[in-house]
């Protein structure tokens, strides 16, 4: 089975900065079935990166993924102040099964 | 619009059952692949089942043999039975559509299992 690591657990931030945060995974994941997802507080996840790269509908440009076999990346350019909340990578492990990471929290510093 | 309206949470005892429903508009559930995931207070996000074609279905080993996901086509509704409940299924559940990955989601419905 494989596992989904995510760093760092918590990223202190200001509005306007970048932020970079990693999904590890134990094995090798086809880029087609990996997955970004944003969650803000009382809310459902909402996905942001099919495919590894691709961004969902409706989602800002300042989003980016980028990585292939077990690093993925997700990137955002410029922090807004409704960016901060907790980010999901998730795989599809066949089976079919999804597994997701433990998650990546963006706070205001 | 997509639409994925969740019912059905409830404080439960250990042991107890539970049925959860899940709404659809906009598309139908017939011709999609339908997940539930959940979350336990504070913690990440697990899958927990899944159907597509009707009759295909699929578990987390954490509830197999306890619960069962089912739809109802006339009402476009997707449900997960949820049998001899632990305190370790306490958790908001969220259904989701898409095969690969979750493209809609629902606002989710707390489940509590405590006595």
Redesign the interface.
């Known amino acids: 089975e494989i596992v989904l690591t995510q760093s760092p657990g918590t990223l202190s931030l200001s509005p306007g900065e970048g932020a970079t945060l990693s999904c590890r995974a134990s094995q090798s994941v086809s880029s087609t079935y990996l997955a970004w997802y944003q969650q803000r507080p009382g809310q459902a996840p909402r996905l942001l990166i099919y495919g590894a790269s691709s961004r969902a509908t409706g989602i800002p440009d300042r989003f980016s993924g980028s990585g292939s076999g077990t690093d993925f990346t997700l990137t955002i350019s410029r922090l807004e102040p409704e960016d901060f909340a907790v980010y999901y990578c998730q795989q599809y492990g066949g089976s079919p099964k999804w597994t997701f990471g433990q998650g990546t929290k963006v706070e205001i510093k | 619009e997509v639409q994925l309206v969740e019912s059905g949470g409830a404080l439960v005892q250990p042991g107890g059952s539970l049925r959860l429903s899940c709404a659809a508009s906009g598309f139908t559930v017939s011709g999609n692949?339908m997940?539930w995931?959940r979350q336990a207070p504070g913690k990440?996000?697990?899958?927990v089942s899944?159907i597509y074609g009707g009759t295909n279905t699929?578990y987390?080993d954490s509830v197999k043999g306890r619960f069962t996901i089912s739809r109802d086509i006339s009402k476009n509704t997707l449900y997960l039975q949820m049998n001899s409940l632990r305190a370790e299924d306490t958790a908001v559940y969220?259904c989701a559509t898409g095969?690969?990955?979750?493209?809609?989601?629902?606002?989710?419905t707390l489940v509590t299992v405590s006595s």
């Not at chain 2, 095969?99 to 989710?108: A, K, L, P, S, V």
């Open positions: 692949y997940s995931v990440g996000l697990e899958w899944l699929y987390a969220y095969r690969y990955y979750g493209d809609y989601w629902g606002q989710g």
